[in-house]
C-alpha cells in the first residue's frame, strides 16, 4: 500500500525540484517566475542566503529547546525583533504558524478582558485551525465544523458606521487585516482604520491586528499598519519573518503582557531554536537589503504596468488591487482557468477572494521579471473569451 496526502488542496500538476530568489524549477529544468511564493511566505526570496547561514549555523549547536529553556539564539532573535516591533510591544511568544498565532492572540483577549465575543470582517481570512476559522469569513472554509469556539460577529471591511455600532463593552477583541489577503486584496482605508482604533479605545476592547501576510515589508513599510497610523494591542506575524521557515510571533504591549501567568499557554516547537535562528536571519535581510523600499519600489512599477493590461483588457479585468508587492488583478469571472494557462507560460499566481488574480512575488522581482508578468497575464487575458466555461474547483 502506497501513502498518499489527504487531497484538501487541488494539486497544481506541477512538480518542483529546486528553487532560489525568485525563481523555481521544474523536475526537466524549466524555470518559473514565482509569484505565488507558498501563499507569500517566500517574500524574501527562496533561499535566502542570510536565512539560510544562520539556520546553519544553528543546527551545529543546538536544535531542540522549548521557551523554559534561554538560549543564545533566543536572545539573538528577541534583540533584532525589538528593532522593528512597535515600540510599547515588549512581550512576545513564538510559535509555528499563522492561525497558532491567531488562536494565541484570542485566547489573550479572552483572558485579560474576561469577555467572549469577537468581531472579524466579511471576507477576512485568519486560518483554519477552530478559534482562527470562527473569525474566518468564507463559508466554504467553515462549513460542517461549527458550533465554533468563539462567538463572532461579522461586520462589512472599510465601514465606519458599522464598526462605531458594533464594537460595545461585550467584545473582547477585534481582528483586523490592514490589507485584507486571501479575502480578495483589499487594503483598509485611513478613515476605517482611525475609527476602528478609536472605537477599541472606548470600549476596552483589544485591537489585534494580524500581519501574517501583508507584514515584514511586503505592503512597502515593515508592517502595513503603518501606513494607516494606528496602534495595535496585539499583533500577529507570520510567513516571510522566517524567510521560508515554519514560525510565527505574537507581539503585545506592555500592560498586556504583565498580566499573563505562567502555564496559560505553550507549544513544544514554539520557539525553537532553527526557527530562532530563521528569524534572525530573516531581519538581518529586511533592514541589510532595505527591503520595505525594494518591494514600495517594485509594488509601484508592477502595479503601473497591471493597470496597463486591465486597460487592455477590460472585457475581462475590473482594475488592480492591493498595495506594495501584495497586489492582483479584479478579473469579470473567477480565475483559475487563468491561474492554470499562466502556470503553463512559466509563471506562478494565486486566487484572492472569488475573482481576484493575486500575485505575491519577492521583494527580489527585476524589472525585466515585471515585464515578463504583465506581458504574460495581457498575452492570457488577451485571448480570454466570455463563453469559456467557468471552473468548477479552486486552485490556490
Known amino acids: ?221 515593515i508592517w502595513a499598519h503603518e501606513h494607516l497610523n494606528i496602534r495595535p494591542d496585539i499583533m500577529v506575524a507570520g510567513k516571510s519573518i522566517g524567510g521560508g521557515f515554519p514560525v510565527s510571533v505574537v507581539a503585545v504591549k506592555t500592560s498586556i503582557g504583565e498580566r499573563l501567568r505562567e502555564g496559560e499557554h505553550g507549544s513544544t516547537h514554539g520557539g525553537n531554536p532553527l526557527a530562532l535562528a530563521a528569524i534572525s536571519g530573516g531581519i538581518d535581510a529586511l533592514i541589510g537589503d532595505s527591503v520595505p523600499l525594494k518591494a514600495s519600489l517594485s509594488g509601484e512599477k508592477l502595479s503601473t504596468e497591471l493597470k496597463k493590461v486591465v486597460e487592455c483588457c477590460a472585457h475581462v479585468a475590473r482594475g488592480v488591487k492591493g498595495k506594495g508587492l501584495m497586489l492582483g488583478i479584479e478579473l469579470r469571472f473567477p480565475p483559475d482557468e487563468v491561474i492554470r494557462e499562466l502556470q503553463m507560460k512559466g509563471l506562478l499566481c494565486l486566487k484572492a477572494g472569488t475573482s481576484v488574480l493575486r500575485l505575491l512575488p519577492p521583494y527580489l522581482i527585476t524589472d525585466e521579471d515585471i515585464k515578463f508578468c504583465s506581458e504574460t497575464i495581457k498575452e492570457v487575458l488577451s485571448a480570454w473569451k466570455h463563453e469559456r466555461e467557468v471552473p468548477k474547483h479552486d486552485v490556490c
Not at 116 to 142: D, Q
Request: aromatic share 10%; with cysteine; charged share 25%.
Open 1 to 221: 500500500m502506497s501513502l498518499k496526502i489527504i487531497p484538501f488542496a487541488k494539486p497544481r500538476l506541477l512538480r518542483l525540484s529546486r528553487a532560489y530568489g525568485q525563481y523555481v524549477w521544474d523536475e526537466v529544468g524549466r524555470r518559473y517566475l514565482d509569484c505565488h511564493t507558498g501563499h507569500g511566505v517566500a517574500f524574501l526570496g527562496h533561499r535566502n542566503p542570510k536565512v539560510v547561514e544562520s539556520i546553519k549555523r544553528q543546527m551545529e549547536l543546538i536544535m531542540t529547546a522549548t521557551p523554559a529553556f534561554q538560549t543564545d539564539i533566543a536572545d539573538e532573535a528577541l534583540s533584532k525583533l525589538s528593532k522593528i516591533l512597535p515600540s510599547d510591544m515588549d512581550y512576545v511568544f513564538f510559535l509555528n504558524s499563522g492561525s497558532e498565532a491567531v488562536e494565541l492572540a484570542m485566547k489573550i483577549a479572552r483572558k485579560v478582558t474576561g469577555r467572549k465575543r469577537f468581531i472579524a470582517f466579511r471576507n477576512s481570512f485568519h486560518g483554519r485551525t477552530m478559534g482562527a476559522l470562527s473569525v474566518t469569513w468564507n463559508p466554504k472554509y467553515r462549513e460542517g465544523y461549527d458550533p465554533f469556539p468563539w462567538e463572532t460577529r461579522f461586520v462589512p471591511y472599510n465601514d465606519v458606521d458599522a464598526i462605531t455600532s458594533e464594537v460595545d463593552e461585550s467584545v473582547a477583541a477585534v481582528l483586523f487585516e490592514p490589507v485584507q489577503g486571501e479575502g480578495g486584496l483589499t487594503p483598509a482605508t485611513q478613515e476605517f482604520a482611525k475609527a476602528l482604533m478609536e472605537a477599541c479605545e472606548k470600549a476596552g476592547a483589544f485591537l489585534i491586528v494580524d500581519e501574517v501576510q501583508a507584514g515584514f515589508g511586503r505592503t512597502g513599510k
